[in-house]
């Protein structure tokens, strides 16, 4: 007894099955009831999808799929600028902040002690930091750090959802 799956019966349409197997698929039909009707209803949609007429495309079809492929690949990578320009603005932000309380802490040093090791210094750079960003994180200066990450939030999520409509409008035109 064979197996029948829609691969075998679609073979069977098709002609494309060896005698043998033909034969007992033919043998295996008379005796099953469901797979003989699902042998029909298979050659019913056969017989539907041959009466379709195929599309026809315009002969600049790939030129207009390439040339929409390319402009979005285009706002892609000015996206991608958009995200690594503003990264770095605040890389720069952070990295001249640290510069500042590094100085700072040095320039404290130097009246103070000219004969301590680099160790102590960096234990003092790095208790000077940690009391300048607890210095730094006052009610306010909370409030206004907080204010300008929920903008930044909100512009992100703006721009992403822009990006999603821009894409939706793209594929339903391709469509």
């Known amino acids: 007894m064979i197996e029948l799956s829609d691969e075998i019966l679609n073979?069977?349409?098709d002609g494309e099955l060896d005698p043998y197997k033909l034969s007992?698929?033919?043998?295996?039909?008379?005796?099953?009831e469901s797979d003989s009707l699902r042998l029909a209803m298979l050659q019913k949609v056969h017989r539907e999808l041959g009466k379709l007429?195929?599309?026809?495309?315009s002969n600049n079809f790939t030129c207009i799929?390439?040339?929409?492929?390319?402009?979005?690949?285009?706002?892609?990578?000015?996206?991608?600028?958009?995200?690594?320009s503003i990264s770095i603005v605040f890389l720069i932000i952070l990295l001249a902040i640290i510069c500042f309380l590094f100085l700072m802490s040095?320039?404290?040093?130097?009246?103070?002690?000219?004969?301590?090791r680099v160790i102590n210094n960096y234990l003092i750079f790095i208790t000077n930091v940690s009391s300048s960003l607890k210095g730094l994180m006052t009610?306010?200066?909370?409030?206004?750090?907080?204010?300008i990450l929920s903008f930044s939030i909100i512009i992100a999520g703006y721009?992403?959802?822009?990006?999603q409509r821009h894409a939706k409008r793209n594929l339903s035109k391709i469509l």
């Not at 007429?53 to 495309?57: A, K, R, T, W, Y």
């Open 106 to 116: 040095f320039s404290q040093q130097s009246d103070t002690a000219q004969n301590v």
């Open 159 to 163: 721009l992403f959802l822009e990006n």
């Open 24 to 32: 007992e698929l033919r043998e295996h039909l008379k005796n099953s």
């Open 65 to 84: 799929v390439m040339s929409k492929l390319q402009k979005k690949s285009k706002v892609f990578r000015m996206d991608r600028f958009f995200i690594f």
């Open 53 to 57: 007429e195929p599309l026809e495309v």
């Open 139 to 147: 009610q306010k200066n909370i409030s206004i750090i907080g204010s």
């Open 11 to 13: 073979n069977y349409i």
